[in-house]
């Protein structure tokens, strides 16, 4: 397909005409998540860029450096159909943020607010009950994975993201697809290697539009444009299927709160191992000085 028809598919993209019709679903959320810094708010910026096709504007506010600019769950929307969010991006993906991050990705959190991470799985709970006094059943929930390539993955970080990845997946029914951004400022072959050996089979990599460099080509267009083709092959491929908004609502929620019951449960284990093992150390330190002890000779 060539950059035109790519665009036109896009921009009539519609999940009324599904083979099984909208079955409840109205619109596409494609559900930004990722690091601090990887490039997000920008691709949200490229994505508008490309479909558009007008002057390069900043809708989604990038930082200038190592990230934890976007704060608020903002959507952006990019034709009648398809919008975009740009989630809190994490620092690491520790438990807490974890949970939170699913949350957001599982759509059970309004939209449009300020993000906290949260403290423990009392306090997800409260609110994913209070998310469902405005539930929404219509939005389909499609994971797109930022990841820079300048940062690299080193072996050691390998697990931690193949689990958030496989957690993604089983949440939302669908294989996260990857975006690599910065593709020419590191070692672009070894990171896809790696995202493929974590099971992605979906792997997109571009330079984002920035304020110091929009300038139009056609390899830029072409990346993002087939993006977008590809995601909604996925998404025409899944409404093929029988679906159900609300029970898929249900099984996101109760995915999220055993996440967060089971992270709780090996928190406070770890907390009375090392209690245990301090008391122990204790002991073994008062049992050591004893015989040295003057008074305890007599
Ligand atoms: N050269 C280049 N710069 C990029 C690319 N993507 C993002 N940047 C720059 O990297 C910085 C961080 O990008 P953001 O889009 O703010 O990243 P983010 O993931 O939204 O970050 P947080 O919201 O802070 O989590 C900004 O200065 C961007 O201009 C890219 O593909 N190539
Ligand atoms: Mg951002």
């Known amino acids: 397909m060539d950059i035109a028809q790519l665009r036109e598919y896009i921009t009539n993209f519609s999940l009324d005409n599904c083979a099984l019709g909208n079955q409840g679903y109205n619109r596409v959320l494609l559900q930004l998540f990722g690091y601090l810094g990887h490039g997000k708010s920008s691709f949200i910026n490229s994505c508008k860029y490309v479909l558009e096709d007008g002057e390069f504007r900043i809708y989604a506010d990038a930082g200038h450096s190592d990230g934890g ?12 159909t398809i919008s975009l969010v740009d989630n809190r991006g994490c620092a690491t993906m520790n438990s ?6 699913f949350a957001q990705l599982g759509n059970l959190l309004p939209l ?6 949260d403290r423990g799985y009392q306090s997800i709970m409260h609110r994913l009950v209070e998310g469902d006094m405005d539930a929404n059943y219509s939005d389909f929930v ?49 990171v896809r290697a790696k995202s493929r ?31 977008f083709y590809e995601v909604l092959k996925d998404v025409e491929f899944r409404m093929g299927l029988k679906r159900n908004p609300q029970r898929e609502r249900a099984e996101r929620k109760k995915f999220v709160l055993e996440f967060a019951h089971e992270r ?17 150390a204790e002991r073994d330190r008062e049992r050591l000085i004893r015989p040295i002890n003057p008074c305890a000779q007599q």
């Open 112 to 117: 449009d607010q300020e993000v906290v991470w």
């Open 197 to 227: 050996n974590m099971g992605i089979e979906h792997i997109f990599q571009l330079e984002n539009f920035t304020p110091s460099d929009h300038l139009r080509t056609r390899a830029r267009h072409q990346e993002i444009l087939t993006f």
């Open 142 to 190: 499609v994971p797109i994975f930022v990841y820079s390539v300048k940062h690299g993955i080193t072996d050691e970080e390998v697990p931690e993201i193949k689990d958030l990845l496989d957690n993604a997946r089983k949440l939302t029914g669908l294989d996260p697809i990857v975006v690599l951004t910065f593709k020419t400022q590191g070692d672009l072959t070894g």
């Open 69 to 80: 600019k976007t704060t608020r769950r903002i959507t952006y929307p990019l034709t009648d």
């Open 264 to 280: 709780e449960m090996k928190r406070e284990m770890e907390k009375k191992e090392q209690e245990m093992a301090a008391r122990q």
């Open 96 to 101: 807490y943020e974890t949970g939170e991050i």
